[in-house]
């Protein structure tokens, strides 16, 4: 039995990391929602603690390193849901795309600015700004990874259609509070 599933809703996927609350370590956080940012699926990291001497070798790629390749590859695998697109809240993440079938894109407000001495600069692909047709919600900037520029089109289409009812970043807030209450509950997580 073949079902037709073009008539389906999109699923978002937003993924970011997040220093502990101890500040001596990060947790990878990943939420999937329906467009109206109901959860599907929430998946979070142990805390990883790089040591002294990983802070020194690792320099200012250790977030990009700790963010793409030890929480975002595993927590991707790890996904019961497959999502339509996928948010970044770093600009790091976007090299996420390498190990996915679906658009991945970093979203921020218009108007922000990147600081581009940083890991937060380094993969600056194409970008579009995208307004909100109710203005409910403030304008943003959606930038592809570079080697992945046509998944700008697809995921403009996709964000264009939802923005009437769902800020695109309001879910990274959502995530950082889970892992603030999580870190309260266990004592792992801070």
């Given at each position: 039995?073949?079902?037709?599933?073009?008539?389906?809703?999109?699923?978002?996927?937003?993924?970011s990391l997040y220093e502990t609350t101890s500040h001596d370590g990060y947790i990878g956080s990943l939420l999937i929602t329906d467009p109206h940012g109901i959860p599907q699926e929430f998946r979070c990291t142990h805390p990883i603690k790089p040591t002294a001497i990983q802070k020194?070798?690792?320099?200012?790629?250790?977030?990009?390193?700790?963010?793409?390749?030890?929480?975002?590859f595993s927590l991707l695998k790890s996904l019961q849901t497959v999502p339509s697109i996928l948010i970044v809240g770093k600009n790091y993440l976007l090299d996420?795309?390498?190990v996915t079938s679906y658009p991945v894109v970093y979203v921020r407000k218009a108007g922000e600015t990147i600081?581009?001495?940083?890991?937060?600069?380094?993969?600056?692909?194409?970008?579009?700004?995208?307004?909100?047709?109710?203005?409910?919600?403030?304008?943003?900037?959606?930038?592809?990874?570079?080697?992945?520029?046509n998944d700008l089109a697809v995921a403009k289409q996709i964000l264009e259609n939802i923005f009437i009812l769902l800020?695109?970043?309001e879910p990274f807030n959502r995530m950082l509070k889970a892992i603030e209450v999580l870190s309260k509950q266990d004592k792992t997580f801070q």
């Open positions: 039995m073949n079902v037709d599933n073009s008539n389906q809703e999109p699923l978002l996927g937003f993924l020194i070798l690792y320099g200012e790629s250790l977030e990009t390193y700790v963010g793409v390749n030890l929480c975002g996420t795309r390498k600081d581009l001495s940083s890991s937060e600069g380094s993969k600056i692909g194409k970008k579009e700004r995208i307004e909100c047709p109710t203005s409910k919600f403030q304008p943003i900037i959606i930038i592809s990874h570079p080697d992945f520029s800020d695109p970043l």
